[in-house]
C-alpha cells in the first residue's frame, strides 16, 4: 500500500528567472515564494521526502530552513533558461540513485510559481497515478476563462479559427453548448521515474487529469502576479 511507497517531492527552483530577479525568494506576505511549494509537501500524509533542486547557494539555504533537502547543487548548464524540466529531474534521480541507492517509486513535482495548494489535493493528484497503474502520470488542469472554441490564428491577415475542424464555426457558440475543455495550470504534477527515464518524458503519453477549480489556480510569472497572489493568499488562509 502507498503507506510504504517511497514518494519524492523535487521543487526546481533556479536563481535565475526573466521577469522577476530571484523570482524564487520573492515574499509573499513576508514568505519566500520556494517555502509555499516545501510546506506544502511536507503538509503531504503520502510525500516522504522533499528536494529542492537549484544552483543557488541563497535559495539552497532558505530552502533548508523550511526543511527540504539539497542533495547536490544543479550545475551552471541545468540552470540556464532554455532548461525543461526533464534533465533536471533526471540529474536529481539519477544523482540519489547512484549516491544513495535511493529509487522513488512516485516522483511529485511542485513547482514553486504555484504558492497556492492544499495537500489534499496533492494527495488526491498521487492517489490517482498509485491507483491508475497503466497511467505514465497526473497533471492538475483547469477549465480555461477563453474558451479555445473562441481563439483564432491569423492567417493570412484574416482571422482564422483554431477549432474550424470542429465545429465550422466555433465561436458562434453559446457558452452552454461548448464542450468541456482544460489546460495545464502547472500547479500539481505527479508522475513515475519510469515515464522520465523510459519514455523521456515528464508526462508520458498517458496522462491522467486531476481537475481543479480555475479560481484555485495561480502561477507567478510577472510582477503583477506576485502582487494577485498576495492578494489572493490574505483571502485564502
Known amino acids: ?4 511507497m517511497k514518494i519524492l517531492t523535487i521543487i526546481p527552483a533556479r536563481g535565475g ?7 524564487n525568494l520573492s515574499k509573499i506576505n513576508g514568505k519566500p515564494l520556494v517555502a509555499f511549494s516545501i510546506e506544502h509537501s511536507l503538509a503531504s500524509k503520502l510525500i516522504n521526502r522533499t528536494i529542492v533542486s537549484t544552483d543557488n547557494e541563497e535559495i539552497a539555504k532558505v530552502s533548508e ?7 547536490i547543487f544543479r550545475s551552471k548548464e541545468l540552470a ?5 524540466d ?28 504555484s504558492p497556492y495548494r492544499k495537500a489534499e489535493w496533492v494527495d488526491s493528484a498521487i492517489k490517482l497515478l498509485i491507483e491508475n497503474t497503466s497511467a505514465d502520470s ?13 481563439v483564432f490564428e491569423i492567417k493570412n491577415k484574416y482571422l482564422h479559427p483554431l477549432m474550424n475542424e470542429r465545429h465550422p464555426e466555433p465561436y458562434l457558440l453559446r457558452r452552454q453548448d461548448l464542450p ?18 523510459n519514455k523521456k518524458s515528464m508526462t508520458g503519453d498517458k496522462m491522467l487529469p486531476y481537475i481543479m477549480k480555475p479560481e484555485d489556480s495561480i ?7 506576485l502582487e494577485f497572489a498576495k492578494f489572493f493568499l490574505k483571502r485564502r488562509v
Open 86 to 113: 526533464l534533465p533536471v529531474f533526471e540529474h536529481m534521480l539519477t544523482y540519489l540513485k547512484e549516491e544513495e541507492n535511493y529509487e522513488p517509486e512516485i516522483v511529485v513535482h511542485l513547482r514553486p510559481t
Open 180 to 197: 468541456k475543455m482544460y489546460y495545464y495550470n502547472c500547479v500539481i504534477d505527479v508522475t513515475k521515474p519510469s515515464t522520465i527515464f
Open 80 to 84: 540556464g533558461d532554455n532548461i525543461l
Open 65 to 71: 530552513e523550511y526543511g527540504a533537502e539539497i542533495p
Open 17 to 23: 528567472s526573466k521577469g522577476i530577479k530571484l523570482k
Open 219 to 225: 502561477d507567478i510569472d510577472k510582477p503583477m502576479d
Open 1 to 4: 500500500s502507498w503507506e510504504r
Open 138 to 150: 497526473v497533471r492538475s488542469v483547469s477549465e480555461p476563462s477563453q474558451h479555445p472554441y473562441r
